[in-house]
DNA sequence: GTGAAAGCGCTAACAC
DNA sequence: GTGTTAGCGCTTTCAC
């Protein structure tokens, strides 16, 4: 006990060392996993470090080993079903391989660079980025700073950067596919306007699988963003009712605000009077009054994937950057 | 230039002192605000730094600080609209007040007294905890490395802990106000079983309230959670169609649930023949399948009153614990 | 397998 | 207002 009054729960290694009459080095192997250590040693110091309610101080572990195991991660709108579940199956992961998510959340473009700026200092081991803002000065800083950048939903392309993504190509194609199938004979694509997301793969593939099934196809531009932006797209579509179409949404929100608002506002019979498609598969769109067909993109397997390709870049930081496709798959309900 | 091929981007204070021509301890006060330095040094280091890409090492000022500016947020069900709404809210403003939040994401009671200890060991500045998780273990871990630790809708009554929570109360009563003022003559409260959380408040003050207005009342509990709970209490409601009650469910997922069964799988007219309203004001509220009446809680407030808090406990550690209580206002929309 | 010594990059007294 | 000196608590060669 003795001179032990220093300053609150800052039990030191040198404490413990001394309490198990070790030197501060052999509790350091003691904590550390896989450090040559004999077992006698190691619990006698894991004894005394347990009495004395010690615990390893990471950021000096951080400083010393010029890298900490927090991971970054920028997103936007995770007000919004799909990314809340993506980073809470994200977060998840990354702590589970034993990482430290230092979570940032964006509204424009312009704070991007200096929330990077934070990470930086931070020595992160690492950076994910799953958000609408191009982030290219983000990357050549991360390239510059040797900190590993993983973009997720982003088809940016750029060197040294590891990116993820759905399967948008065959997820468009699917939903022209299914449309065709419940045999509407007109198809509308309903996209939103921000430029460099998925989304537009998406439409591409659908509208050109459209034509390859040898059915007519027209787009729908809107500004306005999730659900507010299927509500935005109801007018143009009401006026297509004559071809009873089937239309696709770039995403879940777009799809259910636009369903929404035909069957509630409209009285508009789905899928009787024309087909409802959208993407990601959010929780709503299985709830009673959606009843949605749509893509789904597993939120789990995006995690892990991302999370691999971090550890990946971690260990051979000169790999060639890889561009991984995670599968989707159609998941019909009442709406086509 | 000469040496300057250190290991990859660790520009330390060294350099720029050196470049700058002045010692350490000047590019330390450059970027500490409030530091006595004259404008000149520093902009003049200021420069130096831009020239050599510097940016100062927040691990090492964490270490010698004994203190990071990193903030731990403890959720759980990031999945669910209201506390993505609010973790959105939260983690903005604590960047926007200078911390960095650390997220982790819990799925059961069980991993976070381990993932508080990841906390502990960064050296966090503070804890926030928004979970339905029964944190006492974590509180008294906390009070012992002292370390801030502020609780958001929780009920639990410990010492040195500060809380926060919606008017609970005061949302319970409008809520039986708003039902018994649209003519409903008996009552149900739909709530969910899970012991220690908030809503249990709203629901004690709804019937209390039902009781003074002079109308009948009945709780349906329900061990499901989320939509399905709403889901699972329809049977149940049904049962009592007969005197149109007015429904009050603890949270808008339980209330969207309930009569988006209701309304779309058995056909009940809803306000003609009976009147729900929910709690929380998430977006899928307005929508308008719902269109639904519920007790608004501003997650912006929430934030600033939470950070401000915590704030204020770094600032006087050894102050009383608070106890804020943040306002909620009836959003009135078609269901009741 | 273990200890001694030397830093990691920064800030905080303390002199000047 | 500025430089000097000591650490913050840990890991890590390097001897032994």
Redesign the interface.
Known sequence: MSVESR????VTSFDVAHKAGVSRSAVSRAFTPGSSISEKTRSKIQKAAAEL?Y??????R??NK?R?D?VG?IVSA????Y???Q??AL??QL?REGF??????V?EDKDVEQ?L??L????VSGVIITSDAPPNAICEECA???VPLVLVHRTDQLPFVDRINGDDIKGGRMAAEALVKAGRQHLIAVRQEAPGFTGVVRIDAFLKRADELGVTSNTITISAVE?DGGVAAAPEVLNQLDVSPGVFCHSDLFA??LL??L???HSIRIPEQMSVIGYDDI??AS????DLTTIRQSPNRFAQVTVDLLKHRIKYPESEPKNEIVDVTLVMRGSV
Do not use: E
């Open positions: 300053k609150s729960g800052s309610g615990r390893v101080n990471l950021v000096a951080g400083l010029q900490t927090i991660v995770l007000n919004t079903p990314r809340a579940g980073i809470d977060t998840k702590v430290r998510p230092m979570l940032l959340c509204d929330l700026s934070i930086l200092n931070y020595q510059r700073m040797q659900y259910l605000g929404d608002t069957r509630n506002k929780p709503q709830w009673a009054f959606a």
